[in-house]
Each structure stands twice: as C-alpha cells, then as structure tokens.
C-alpha cells in the first residue's frame, strides 16, 4: 500500500480550517451585529412631532435620538431615529409635551468592539495564508512545491506482487531475475569486479504489464519502490522539474537499496534535437539533464539504485538516456501468445467464480492481440454479464459475449434497420465469409451477424486466427485485401450498385496494400525498397521527421499505381469468386435474414461448400 513518508497532520488541517471559520464568523458579528435598521427623519420633523404630542418616548444620545411615536389608536409603535443639534431647550420641550425621554447607558462592551477590529484582521490573514499553504501539499504547503510526488510502496507479505503475479511475459521475467539479483547479493557481482545495471527500461504496448513487472521487482527483492509519473516532474514553474528529480534520488539514497519506478518516461525524456517538432520546453529540458546528472552520480555498491522505467514509444527518447550507464538494459514486453494469455486468463479468473463449461484455452484462441490489461477486462466483463443475468458462475458463452463486446461493442438494439437496409448488410457480411473462408491461412470465421454493434457496424464477421503467427507472405496479405474486399464486391453482384458501407473496409485494405510496397518491398516493379521509414525515421537538420524516403514525383506516381493494382486484382478476385457461387451466397445471405446471426458448426458447414475459382468449370 502507498506510504507518504511526509504526512500532513490532520490537526493542523483542522486548526486551519478553524481559524478559517472563526475569522470568518467574527468579521459578521463586528460588521453586521451593530447594525440597526431604523427609519431617519430629519430633526425639525421630530420637533414637529414632539409639538402635536405623538411621540411616547425618547432616548438622547450625543449622536443620535431614538425616539417611539403613537399609532392611530395611541399606542406606541414605530420607532425613529434622528441626527441630533446642539439644542439647550430640548428638555424643557419634551417635559411639556409629555414626552418620557433618558439618555442612554454609557457602553460597558465597547473595549470588546475595540478587541475584536485589532485581532480579526490577523487572524482573517493568518487564515486565508494556512489556507493556500495547505493547498500547495505535503507538509510545507506551497513552499514543497520541489518536492518529490513519488509514492514509497512498503508491502506485507498479503500484499506483495511477486513473479507468480505476473503471466505472459517469461522472457523479461527471466532478464529482471538479475536485478532482483542484484539488490539481494550485490557483493557477489561486486567482488569480481561486475558493474550493477543503473537503469532497466521497459518498453512495450499499453497493457502489457510493465508497472505490474516493475512492482513484481521490488516484491521479490523486498526493497522500497519509489513510484513516479515522467508528467508528474512538470510543472509551469520552471526549475521544479529538476528539483523534484534532485529530491527523489535524495530521498532514495536514504532508502538504499530500492527501486525507483518511473512510468511513461517520454513526457521527460524526449529527443532533444526534435525540439522543432515537438515543440520545445526549457522545463522538459532542464528536467531530462537533471536526471541525466543523477543518473551518472549515484554509484552500484551497498547502496544500490535501480531505476526502473517504462515508456510504449522508445523511438522518441533521447540518445544520452540509452546509452550504456545509464539505461543500460532494454526489456521488451511484448503482448502474450497464446501460452501467455492462457496463464494471464488463469491469474485473473482466480478472482471470479467459473462454471464447469469454462474452457480457458479457446477463450486465449480466440483473443489474439490481447494484451494483459485487455485479457483482465475482458475477465470483468464476462463476470458482468454473469451477474446481469442472474447466474452464480461465470459460463462459455458470457466469455463469447464478452470478446465480441471488446472487439464489435456493445449491440445496438435501439438501431433498427429497414428492411431494404438489412438485406444490403446481410450480403455485405456473407460476402466477407465466403471470400475469407477460401483465403490461405486467414483464419477461421466463426461467426456472422447483422446486429448493429459499436459506433457504425450495422453488421460483422468474427473471423479468429487458428494459430498465432508473426510472418505474412504476400500472397497471404493479398487474400486479406481481398476477403476485406468482399462486402462490397457482394454489393455489386447482387445489388448491381455499392453503399457507403463499405468505407472502412476501403480504408483498411489501402493501408495493407501500401505497406505492401513501401514498407515489406513486395511490388515487383519498385524492387526490394523501403520506401516508408515511419516510427523508425531520423530528423532531418531543421528538426523535423524524415516519415518517408525522399523521392521523385515518377517514383510516388509508381507507388501510387501498385496500391491501385495490388487492391483492384483483390477486388476481381473477389467479385469471381462471389459469382461463381451466387447460389450459396444467396442461401446464406437468405438464412442470415431469418436468423440474424449464423455461428458454429452451422456456419462452418455452409461456408464449406465455398468452391474456389479452379475448381469452376
């Protein structure tokens, strides 16, 4: 659980609010209290009125007269007030007129009038400054503001993550054994003469379990762990940054060893010399050479820092910060395979109460791409639509829901579609079946469906990988622009026209064809090139990316002719072989309509009537 090393007192908390309120309460009662709202008459009215014998009473203060007047009944009723003048037969007036009249008591209270205009302005300020001191934090308010925000994780044994925590990534777990290592026996690395890492970078996608693994470190050491935002050194004051720094590895050196933790270590230690795109920040980098500085004068001995940190975009560090002695290591976490989402699957169903249907090892086949995180949410959801429906366990089918939740979104049944609509998206999806069902090695389709789902899918196609696979041939990338190809080559076949429907599945077939010819170099007529560098790329002497190679006019007309052939030599084998089997496109698009989804064994049987375009006479 976190610790903060410097806690705010809650008393002191408490007297400043108090101090706050009482001031507050007091400046009322002195400005308002005194106030009495009485209605003022001129002076020669009330010796008019004296004269007609209406006023009962009166009191005859040096700055004031009040004084009480007689109702059309002759009671008394309203009282009145006046500015009095220096008038020596105002006496011998009201005794004739029958007028009660006295001078008020001297005041007995003034001195506390008097005490509270010296000590309510004091303490209004002394309020309102412990105010904006408290909102500063930590103990000195305001004045921490260069104080280190890292969180020092101290975990019992209940609490602590460890490396049986931690699933899918067995090869960083085997390259962090060492600094757990490192921070258990420092000595033996040190007598013979080895130098301990300073740095271990963690560089993988959102997801993938890096803070989890930096936390699993300092479990399995049983060392503190200082945690840190890179964003959280930023500040609009300029110097903060780097002062934050200075505290941090302060404060570690007196908790040494440990482990200190910095996540999304871009938002500090982006390229210098990218500056011009990046747009500069002499805060950013007065911070980055701070670290920098730490980073070469903390030394590996008794000691021992590591300073662990995580980044998803590594391409935008700054060289000084990879170079050896200071990150020395670079561990990728990459997302699991299939092995590694089952384990991970397995760790958080731990957590939820599974049915005896539950078959962990389909459910990590059909999630290829998941990262840890994904594969955690995707555990949540499924026990979410358990609990949603009443039952006590989780079952198979809450996990299908929940992976087509993640991957289409939620049904939209509020969308309904006319029926000339449906049957367009009908065919359009039956298209996409009946093309990828015959492309090599482009996975299985398990499902179709003309339920509206996310934010625009009036339809989809659930087609899963068989096998995790990390090459793709040519010939493999074709059949996918292909099958990507086949709702709106369906369109044409049986509409005679196309819709708009088929916008994404354009966009995502471009794409696959231009990586086709500028980045893999399978256009035979550009050769062996690449021509798009993309995340990869250097700066250019102004400061800016060089995204693609410099080029002539000829060379991006040529590129822009292949993209064109590559997906339209899809299309015409898309639209083949839709026409060779018009019949079975017609009789499943046909039982689509009735049925709105088609799954299963079912559909796998129909689709393995598909006749390739060889096998037609």
Not at 92 to 121: K, R
Not at 392 to 413: H, P
């Amino acid at each position: 659980m976190p610790v903060n090393k410097n806690p705010r007192p809650p008393r002191s908390r408490q007297i400043s609010s108090l101090l706050f309120l009482l001031g507050a309460v007091l400046l009322t009662i002195n400005i308002f209290l005194p106030i009495q709202r009485t209605p003022r008459t001129p002076y020669s009215m009330f010796i008019h009125q004296v004269q007609e014998h209406k006023v009962v009473k009166a009191s005859v203060g040096q700055n004031e007269i009040r004084y009480q007047i007689k109702n059309e009944l002759g009671e008394p009723s309203v009282v009145y007030s006046t500015t009095p003048i220096f008038d020596l037969k105002l006496p011998d007036l009201l005794e004739a007129n029958g007028v009660e009249f006295a001078a008020p008591p001297p005041p007995q209270n003034q001195w506390i009038g008097n005490l509270l205009s010296w000590v309510i302005p004091p303490l209004i300020f002394i309020a309102v400054w412990r105010f904006f001191l408290a909102r500063g934090g930590g103990p000195q308010g305001a004045l921490s503001i260069g104080k280190s925000k890292a969180k020092v994780y101290v975990e019992d044994e209940a609490t602590k993550i460890t490396f049986e925590d931690v699933a899918g990534v067995e090869e960083a777990k085997t390259e962090l054994v060492e600094i757990v290592d490192f921070l258990k026996t420092p000595k033996r690395f040190t007598d013979i003469g080895a130098k301990i890492p300073k740095g271990v970078l963690l560089v993988g996608p959102p997801g993938t379990g890096k803070t989890l693994l930096a936390k699993a470190v300092a479990g399995e050491a049983g060392v503190p762990f200082f945690s840190i935002s890179g964003s959280e050194f930023i500040e609009m004051f300029v110097g903060v940054g780097s002062s934050r720094v200075r505290d941090l590895f302060e404060q570690a050196q007196k908790q040494a060893p440990c482990i200190v933790f910095i996540d999304e270590l871009d938002a500090i230690g982006k390229s210098r010399a990218s500056g011009g795109f990046y747009g500069g920040n002499d805060e950013r980098e007065q911070t980055l050479n701070q670290l920098l500085t730490e980073m070469d004068g903390f030394s590996a001995g008794e000691n021992t820092i590591i300073v662990l940190a995580a980044t998803n975009r590594p391409e935008t560090l700054d060289q000084a910060l990879l170079r050896p002695g200071r990150f020395d290591r670079q561990v990728l976490v990459d997302r699991p395979d299939l092995k590694g989402r089952e384990a991970i699957l397995k760790i958080h169903s731990q957590e939820v109460k599974l049915g005896d249907n539950v078959d962990l090892h389909v459910i990590a086949t059909r999630t290829p791409g998941f990262a840890g995180a994904d594969l955690a949410n995707l555990v949540n959801e499924a026990a979410l639509l358990a609990a949603r429906n009443n039952r006590q366990a989780i079952i198979q089918a809450d996990f299908a829901e929940a992976i087509e939740r993640v991957v289409a979104g939620l049904e939209k049944k509020s969308r309904v579609l006319n029926d000339k609509e449906k049957e367009i998206v009908a065919y359009h999806e039956v298209g996409h079946a009946m093309v990828g069902a015959l492309m090599e090695d482009s996975g299985q389709v398990e499902k179709i469906s003309i339920i509206p789902r996310g934010m625009a899918a009036l339809g989809y196609t659930l087609q899963l990988p068989t096998e995790d696979r990390f090459l793709r041939s040519a010939d493999e990338l074709k059949g996918q622009i292909a099958t990507l190809l086949g709702g709106r080559s369906a369109e044409e076949v049986v509409f005679g026209s196309i819709t708009t429907g088929a916008a994404n599945d354009l966009q995502r077939a471009t794409e696959v064809a231009e990586q086709m010819v500028t980045t893999y170099g399978m256009s035979e007529v550009l050769g062996p090139l690449a021509y798009d560098k993309g995340q990869q790329s250097s700066f250019l002497e102004n400061g800016m990316p060089n995204a693609r190679r410099n080029m002539s006019e000829e060379t991006a007309r040529a590129i822009d002719a292949e993209v064109k052939s590559l997906v339209e030599a899809a299309h015409d084998q898309a639209l083949g072989i839709l026409r060779s089997n018009r019949d079975l496109l017609e009789s499943i698009a046909q039982q689509l309509l009735k049925e709105e989804v088609i799954e299963g064994n079912l559909l796998r049987e129909m689709l393995a009537q598909v006749k390739p375009l060889e096998s037609v006479a």
